[in-house]
Structures are given as C-alpha cells and as structure tokens.
C-alpha cells in the first residue's frame, strides 16, 4: 500500500474514532490527539511566519522607518474616539487568544479595539547599552535579535511568546532577578498614546509618575508603543550547579543564602514535594568543558524539569554548562511542566526525537481551540498561579501552597523589589528580597474548589504583603485588590490625565468576572 493510500486510512480511521466518541469527548479526554495532529504543525507555520517577517523587516530596515507611521494611526484612531463621543472604554485590538493568559477578557467585546501592529526591534544603541523595541516584541524574538551582537537583557523571561508590552504592563521575572528586579525595572523609559490622543515618552526623570505607575497597570492609563530595556553583554554559556536538599527547613534556608549571593547570576529552586527540592545556581561564562556542554534547548533532549529531577533521584550535585540562549528559555519546550498534562508521553524519547521539534504548541492556540468543557475544567481543577512573597516569608508560604493545593513542582524564583513608587513595592523603606513561587498543575488536595481555595491563597498573600500575578485567575473583591496593591499613584494619574472615561480600572480588566 502506498504512503498515500496508508495516511488516508488513517485518517479515515481516526474520523471514524472521533465521530464514535464525539468530538467534545475526544477533546477533553485526549486532547492530545488535536494537539499533536493539528496544533503542533499550526504552531510551526505560526513560527515560520513570525520569523520571516523578523527576518524581512531586519533585511530591509523597515522598522524604525514604519514605527513613527504606526503610531500615528493608533493616534488616529483615539481621536476618531473622541470625536464619537468617547461612549465606550478603549482597549487593545489583539485578540484575546493570542496573549499568554490562559483567560480571554470579555471586555474586548464591548470596548473599543485599538489596533496596534508593533512588533519589531527599533534600535540597538550600544553605546548607551539600551535597545528600544516595539511592545508585541516577543522574549524569543529578542534574544535570538541580540545574542548575536554580543548583548542580551538582564531579565529575560521564560517562555518564548512572551512579549515586552504584557510584561510590562502586567510583570515578568527570572532567575536573574535577585540582582535586577522584575522585568520592569530592567527598562528605562516608556512611550505612550494617552486618551487624549498624544505621544508621551516617561522615563525616572521625565514624567517621572507615569513610568512608575505603568508597570502592573494592565493598559487602563495608555496604549504602550516603545519601551526601551537595558542591554548587558551576552556571553556563550551558563555554568550551571545543581544541588539537592531535603527537608523544608532545609531548602529555604539553602534557597535564602543563594538568593543573597549576588555572585550568582542566575538561581532557581523546583521543589517537587514538600521535603525535596533541588536549587540551581548558573553564572555566565565564556568558556565551558566541553565533555560537560548540555544543549538542553535541542529539540530532542529530556524536558528541562524532568532533567533536574534526575539529581534529586539519584541524589548527587552536578554542574554542567548550557548554552546561555538555551537556558534563557529552558521551560520553553515542555510550557514549565504544564505540557505533560496535554501530552502525557510528551517527554518520552520516541517522541521527542520524531516529534519532539514541534514542540510546544501555541498557548494561544490552545486557548483558541479548548472549547466550554475544557474551559471549565481546567478552571475547577486546575491551577496557574504566581504568588510574590517576602523571602522572609517563604517556609510558611510553601506550606500553604502545599495545604491548600498540593501541586508539584512549585517553581521558586527570587528577585529583589525596589522601594519604587508604584502598584508593587515593599512594605518598608527599602528594598526588600522577594520570591516569586509559581504553581502550574491539578491541585492534589482533597476537597480543592477553585474559588475557596484561591481566595484562601490571596488572604495569605495578603497577609504576608505578597502579591499576585495579573495574569492568572483572580477571586479578590475591589477592595482586597486594593488591599494587596498600592493605588495611590496610579488613580492619582487616571484623574489627572481623564482616564477613567477611556479605560476602566485595571481590577475590572483582570477579576475572575471579566475573564472567561
């Protein structure tokens, strides 16, 4: 039987599978077959496009040429707005699928969408160690932009899509952020397009409030149209030290001393259960032993989680050196752990080898395509949460993670918070070591319900003076919201610059009632 005639059986086959067991069925209990037959190779075409286009646009030098153009339209569009008589809120164009959240926000059905086409780098200016990017920049597109001038940005968050403009307007950390802070405090001047339709350009010495009231702000003060990041030199390899430790005592204690060290340029902790974690620790290098050079990125080496993991189980520190652009977006491939929750034997060889170079599908993809069902499931039993609490706090902070949601590994990432104006700072006068400890997985904890067991979180949270990432589902009421946060800049700013009739207030973007 030919190739063709053979590949059309199957799909005969697996057409007659579906219809059997009803595409909701399959949807929600095999999801992978979707995933693996039709997500992974959109995902691939998503890529080829995406860096095409980067690819043409660096050729041709169109970028800067067209930003200015760009923007003027976006103007445009506020002040045509106005002159309709400002009836509805305003918000971005892009729609809600394509961002990393795993929710869509109803709002973009009744608000004005404003498009905004920027996606490209605009400068790299050496000399002042800044590159200015346009705000649908994506991590992936950055590094693979900057890495091979020699530079990279201090902070560069995990996953591949995540553009400068979220991470910004809601937050975005690394390993790197004990010495650097959040993405946010990388970058050293913003440029807006206010309600009233002009171009701004804040910086800590020009419109000095607005730059510090735009982080965390959600897009409720002004369009984001630039934003310029410090740059430090790249260099070829992380040498990387991983170390297990037992008890929870134990691993904070370990986790705290690393996270002071500011010789380290990188340190993450995976805890895998209660008593088990292992902390890495990485500096950049220029030179590696060859005989201990992993390139963990390759598409067809052992999730990056599941290779850690091999420490704790056979017990045994290591160090080895993977290459810095590898590392960068090391929980890229397997989405942190949540992919094996979509593809169970996603991180098995046979795969990884003959499919394993499509890997991972789009999040925005896999928004687009759950359905109600999966939708709901994942939303009763199922959890991705950040959590930023004080370091001081972190014992008492993993064991409430394990009392009310037992998911594992938590994902422990330091970073120190500057006394800044702003949504987000410590509670003193000073700058504060913090730890971000992300959750992603079903919880394990008998009689979990989402609402009740989060907003059980949030108290905690709040109690701790922590906060809670933007992007992921939030039960607070306006008033722990603003409990937790510091609004005090930021509604002085939407006063004084008339935002409140052309944006609503960042909580009605991000509650749990304006996302589905």
Partial sequence: MSPVWSLGAGLLLLLLWVRHRGLEAVLVHHRWVFVCLFLLPLSILFDVYYQLRAWAV?????????????????????????????????????????????RVGKYKKTHKNI?????????????????????????????????????????????????????????????????????????????????????????????????????????????????????????????????????????????????????NSFVEGL????????????????????????RIGNYYKPWFFKHVEKYLKDDRTGTEYIPARHYYHRHTRSIFWELQDIIPFGNNPVFRYVFGWMVPPKISLLKLTQGEAIRKLYEQHHVVQDMLVPMKSLEKSIQTFHDDLNVYPLWLCPFILPNNPGMVHPKGDEAELYVDIGAYGEPKRKQFEARASMRQMEKFVRSVHGFQMLYADCYMTREEFWDMFDGSLYHKLREQMNCKDAFPEVYDKICKAARH
């Fill in 58 to 102: 660096w050729r041709l030098h169109s970028a800067p040429r067209l930003h200015a153009q760009r923007v003027r339209h976006i103007q445009a569009q506020v002040r045509e707005w106005k002159d309709e008589g400002s009836k509805r809120y305003m918000c971005t164009g892009r729609p809600g699928w394509l961002t990393v959240s795993l």
């Fill in 271 to 294: 805890v895998y259960s209660l008593e088990e974690a292992v902390i890495m620790t990485g500096v950049l290098t220029d030179e590696a032993e060859p005989s201990k050079i992993n």
């Fill in 115 to 263: 498009m905004i086409n920027l996606m490209d780098v605009l400068e790299v200016d050496s000399e002042r160690q800044v590159v200015r990017v346009e705000p649908l920049v994506t991590m992936g597109q950055l590094t693979a932009y900057l890495n091979p001038m020699g530079w990279t940005v201090p902070v560069v968050p995990e996953l591949d899509d995540l553009t400068v403009g979220g991470l910004i307007m809601g937050t975005g950390i690394e390993s790197s952020s004990h010495i650097y802070g959040l993405f946010q405090h990388t970058c050293v001047a913003y440029e807006l397009v206010l309600a009233d339709g002009s171009l701004v350009r804040c910086s800590p010495t020009e419109n000095s409030d607005l730059f510090y009231a735009v982080p965390w702000s959600c897009g409720t003060l002004g369009f984001l149209v630039a934003a310029e990041i410090k740059m430090i030199p790249a260099k070829k390899y992380v040498k990387i030290h991983y170390e297990p430790v037992r008890g929870l005592q134990s691993i904070c204690e370990k986790f705290t001393e690393e996270s002071k060290k500011k010789e």
